[in-house]
């Protein structure tokens, strides 16, 4: 499972320089990003500041402490140092080396890669890694980043690119972590 995280990490990491080099510099959206807000552009601005609500501190950092508390209640310190952890690294990293590399600006503001989606994205990924059932955690998760995607295009806060581009750079961060995290495997049954 660890190569397959890494893989995974890896991957989302290389999509998020490519994505981010292709949009380098730039103060104008692309095609897609046009494309995006051009079918949003109807949604009343109450309909779209609820949609952008999950990206919020005020949600996402007691969904973190939810998350890690319940994982420390169960002994699981590793998953609760992952749920801790990989949301605060993710958000550092972009917020500090990757915003100010890549350089792509809206409205004076450094967007790329989104940091509304990192901060989301990491606690999505998390969940998927530590809940059962996955498909259900996957499902519900894509639904949230769809539906908070159309808040943060409709408000004027992102391109569509930069939710991309924070959705795959919060995956390499959080698989990442996991891949390398030491795994306490449970002893063999004597009976």
């Not at 609500?53 to 996402?60: A, F, G, M, N």
Request: aromatic share 6%; net charge positive.
């Amino acid at each position: 499972m660890s190569r397959v995280l890494a893989l995974v990490a890896v991957l989302c990491a290389l999509a998020t320089v490519a994505l981010g080099l292709a949009y380098a510099g730039g103060h104008s959206p692309g095609a897609l990003d046009a494309w995006a807000a051009q079918a949003i552009a109807g949604l009343g601005h109450t309909t779209l500041n609820v949609l952008v609500l999950p990206t919020e501190p005020y949600v996402l950092i007691p969904a973190i402490v939810v998350i890690a508390g319940t994982c420390l209640y169960l002994r699981r310190r590793t998953d609760a140092l992952l749920a801790a952890a990989g949301p605060a690294l993710a958000v550092a990293l972009n917020t500090w080396v990757l915003k100010p590399l890549f350089d792509r600006w809206k409205n004076d503001i450094l967007v790329y890669p989104s940091g509304h989606t990192v901060s989301l994205v990491t606690v999505l990924v998390v969940l998927v890694l530590l809940a059962r059932p996955k498909v259900v955690t996957v499902v519900l998760g894509v639904v949230l980043l769809c539906c908070a995607a159309i808040g943060m295009i409709g408000l004027g806060y992102h391109y569509l690119t930069d939710i991309v581009g924070g959705t795959f750079f919060a995956t390499a961060v959080v698989t990442g972590l996991r891949a390398v995290t030491p795994r306490r495997v449970p002893a063999p049954s004597a009976g």
